[in-house]
């Protein structure tokens, strides 16, 4: 209004304080993140094969995760069946966190502890690949899918923290990421299946006939 002083907006932090407040997050994540290259290259590279086998043979990758691990299967699956960085044909991918009757009824009816375990009797095939994406590895519902899945012959992969929990024994490839923090796991396993989702992709498509993509994200 006419003749009032304007209200001051919050002012960001700076000096020491707030470098440190600010800096030192992004400075755990990035050693983390070096660990990880150190520590689990073998793992991260039989992931990336055994994604890029289950697709050039024909198979599809499905994803399951809880909280933030389903909003990253649901991110994954869309790198795959839309585009991560070139224009290509679409691969099949499905995040088994997103269909909410399916959900929502199973959960009622046969409790949650099987609403991923059903999906993958439903949709799952001897030759497709599960990624189950878990902060503790002890989520009765993906103990159960990976279970299901082994039974099917559709094989497992455990993007992982915390020591890995249950899971860790369960699936044909553990990627264990080395942290007690959920958020910093979850930071580190998204970028995760960004390199593999890439990998395929580079894989399965001459580079040089690919255009780059631009999209809006």
């Avoid at 209200?7 to 932090?13: F, H, L, N, S, V």
């Avoid at 150190?38 to 991260?44: F, N, P, R």
């Avoid at 590279?45 to 599809?60: I, R, V």
């Avoid at 960085?85 to 949650?112: F, I, K, M, Q």
Wanted: aromatic share 4%.
């Amino acid at each position: 209004m006419t003749g009032d002083t304007p209200r001051a907006g919050p002012t960001a932090p700076h000096g020491t304080a707030g470098r440190t407040r600010f800096g030192d997050p992004l400075r755990a994540l990035a050693v983390l993140a070096i660990d990880v290259a150190d520590g689990l290259a073998v793992e991260i590279a039989a992931y990336a094969d055994a994604a890029l086998q289950t697709l050039k043979c024909g198979g599809k990758v499905l994803f399951c995760g809880n909280g933030g691990s389903a909003a990253d299967a649901q991110h994954l699956a869309a790198e795959y069946v839309v585009r991560m960085s070139t224009e290509r044909r679409p691969l099949p991918a499905v995040a088994l966190t997103t269909d909410t009757s399916v959900l929502t009824a199973c959960a009622n009816d046969l409790g949650y502890d099987e609403v991923f375990a059903r999906q993958v009797e439903a949709l799952g095939s001897r030759g497709d690949m599960l990624v189950l994406h878990s902060t503790s590895g002890n989520s009765p519902n993906l103990v159960r899918a990976s279970r299901k899945a082994a039974a099917m012959g559709v094989r497992t992969v455990g993007v992982l923290a915390r020591g890995g929990g249950a899971l860790r024994r369960l699936v044909d490839i553990a990627l264990v990421v080395p942290t007690e923090s959920v958020s910093r796991a979850q930071e580190i396993q998204l970028a995760i299946g960004h390199i593999v989702c890439r990998h395929v992709e580079e894989s399965l498509f001459d580079e040089s006939a690919l255009t780059p993509a631009g999209g809006a994200e």
